[in-house]
């Protein structure tokens, strides 16, 4: 296991992995298409650690930080998650 800056750096990675094996299974395509392959484990990572009936409510009272602090997951997730909403209010 590769060592992390931070708890939430390490609970997203293994959320990102998490999405490989239920998306992807023992698929042996993956080599041939990594960058699908990655988004599709990023957007599942992104969605299992910050569901949508949840995120999109607290996406308009609460702040990047407020958000990565009550999610667990690093900022930068978190502006990548809000970009998938229809109110997406950070730049």
């Known amino acids: 296991m590769p060592k ?3 708890a939430s750096d390490c609970r997203y990675a ?4 998490l999405g490989h094996i ?3 299974g023992r698929d042996k395509t993956c080599v041939e298409t990594i960058g699908k392959h990655e988004a599709a484990a990023d957007a599942f990572a992104l969605y299992f650690t910050m569901p949508p009936y949840l995120f999109e ?5 609460l702040n990047e930080w407020d958000l990565a602090e ?13 970009k998938l909403c229809d ?3 950070y730049q």
């Open 14 to 17: 293994l959320a990102h992995e």
């Open 87 to 89: 109110h997406y209010q």
């Open 57 to 61: 409510k607290d996406i308009k009272c």
């Open 22 to 24: 239920i998306i992807h």
């Open 4 to 6: 992390f800056k931070t």
């Open 70 to 82: 009550k999610y667990g997951m690093p900022v930068e997730q978190v502006l990548n998650r809000a």
